[in-house]
């Protein structure tokens, strides 16, 4: 069930500012607009998981975020009946820890507060197994499926310059779309296809390398097209920096794990928040306020934004 099925939220996002102000200190983003897709997903998991309380009164229903204060403290989305027929049965009261003022009491209301949700059931999603060798990519497939998603540089460079991406901000966005459409259709056919799986191969590879010596280089993430958890690994496609991500999905019966898709920096640090605060050094200075998505590196939309 999605958040605003089930509740009114008067006001959104304001409300999600007061979670913000509670919770320890972290950048969520231009606006706030990671904190908007890290909680509404995380209430699609509550509710997946049945993890929201309903107390035995019927006054009030409780769910963890999944989000501490500065002093360790666990957060709660508080809800209260909504005393409106024509509208959503609950609406969000607020945030508050248990000894908090206001939504605090009722929270002391409860005998057992719920538990964050659970993400990882399985070692090989929180740490990649390198005894499995390298995932299986269909590489093709994925830059074609992911072309918004591929520094546009880079598709220039392969195709020499028969493939030129335009900056959305000048041709507007229902062009742009047209314009990727196109592009996909373009590459497949391509010369440059073959530079381009080249490049990508050689950045898993180094991927691999580098994994080897630092195991926190691949970061668990949230996939929720289909509801699991996958791993990410930083790619640097034809530089020293990190410029794009591709995630690895583990099939626990092949033993192996098989390429998905690709997302850019600022998605992949949304979409591993979710799970976990991350702590990989090249993720969380893909999240730093000086990094920005330029006219010379990603332009992308969000319409597969998972």
């Known amino acids: 069930m999605r958040l605003f099925d089930f509740a009114f939220v008067p006001n959104y996002p304001e409300p999600l500012d007061r979670l913000k102000a509670l919770a320890a200190n972290e950048h969520w983003g ?7 897709s890290y909680f509404n997903h995380m209430f699609e998991k509550v509710m997946e998981d049945g993890l929201l309380s309903v107390h035995s009164d019927c006054q009030s ?11 360790e403290k666990d957060i709660y989305a508080v809800f209260c009946p909504n005393k409106r027929d024509d509208a959503q049965e609950w609406f969000l009261r607020g945030f508050s820890t248990k000894d908090g003022i206001g939504l605090g009491d009722i929270l002391q209301g409860y005998d057992d507060l719920p538990f964050r949700p659970r993400f990882i059931t399985h070692s090989e999603q929180a740490f990649y ?4 060798g390298g995932p ?18 880079l598709i220039r460079e392969a195709t020499e310059d028969r493939i030129l991406l335009p900056d959305m ?5 229902e062009r742009y779309m047209e314009y990727l459409d196109e592009a996909g259709l373009s590459l497949n056919n391509d010369e440059g296809m073959d530079r381009l799986v080249a490049w990508f191969e050689a950045a898993l590879d180094r991927a691999l390398d580098r994994l080897h010596m630092d195991y926190k280089l691949a970061v668990p993430s949230w996939y929720a ?11 640097q496609v034809r530089q020293n920096d990190v410029n794009v991500v591709i995630t690895v999905k583990w099939d626990e019966h092949h033993g192996c794990y098989h390429g998905l898709n690709l997302l850019t920096l600022e998605m992949a640090y949304n979409n591993a928040r979710l799970i976990a605060r991350p702590e ?7 999240n730093h306020s000086r990094f920005k998505r330029t006219s010379e590196g990603h332009q992308y939309l969000g319409r597969n934004d998972q």
């Open 30 to 36: 231009k606006n706030g607009r990671m904190l908007r």
């Open 61 to 71: 229903a409780v769910f963890h975020t999944g989000l501490t204060t500065r002093n």
């Open 129 to 132: 197994s390198l005894q499995s």
């Open 136 to 153: 299986e990519c269909d590489w093709p497939s994925i830059l074609v499926e992911n072309v918004s998603r591929i520094p546009r540089y």
């Open 169 to 173: 901000r000048v041709v507007g966005k």
């Open 225 to 235: 097209k289909e509801k699991c958890v996958v791993l990410m690994l930083p790619l």
């Open 280 to 286: 990989a050094r090249w993720l969380i200075d893909a």
